[in-house]
């Protein structure tokens, strides 16, 4: 039983599917699958997932940067750097709840950083490019 004013946020699933999907391609930075899937997610509902939590920063960054990569580059409307900006603001959102003792202007800092390290990357093939990426992010904030 959980007691008033400890829980944070309550997920509620309503005819969840039988399918479970794995949020990370990174082996080295598991998060648990999720059930209940029951349909494809859209790359803006898995990274939704991916933030969902607190647990493991590094492997959630490091998840969610990896999404926002291979999005980027599979991306060819004229709105792709619009998407690519809008899910590094999110990413960077989440970083303000993970990591609260870092101050906004760092963060908005650390968002323009990854902003143009992933608007740089024409093939993401290499998955060491989000581990590289969120390593620098993290650098001096942690």
């Known amino acids: 039983m959980v007691e008033v004013g400890e829980t944070s946020r309550v997920d509620l699933v309503l005819d969840g599917g039988e399918n479970r ?7 080295t930075y598991p998060l648990p699958a999720i ?10 509902d898995i990274l939704n ?4 939590d607190f647990d493991r920063p590094k492997a959630r960054l490091v998840t969610a940067m990896d999404l926002v990569i291979h999005e ?8 792709a750097a619009v998407h690519r900006s809008s899910r590094v603001r999110q990413i960077i959102e989440w ?7 870092v101050g906004l202007g760092e963060l908005k800092r650390v968002g ?6 992933v608007a740089g990357i024409a093939d993401g093939r290499d998955d060491e490019i989000a581990v590289r ?4 992010s993290l650098k001096g904030l942690l």
């Open 95 to 101: 970083m303000r709840w993970a990591f609260p003792l």
């Open 112 to 117: 323009s950083l990854i902003d143009r390290e």
């Open 133 to 136: 990426i969120s390593e620098g």
């Open 72 to 79: 980027w580059v599979a991306d060819t409307s004229p709105r």
């Open 21 to 27: 999907m794995e949020l990370s391609r990174i082996d």
């Open 49 to 52: 997932l991916i933030l969902s």
């Open 35 to 44: 059930a209940g899937v029951s349909d494809p997610l859209a790359p803006a």
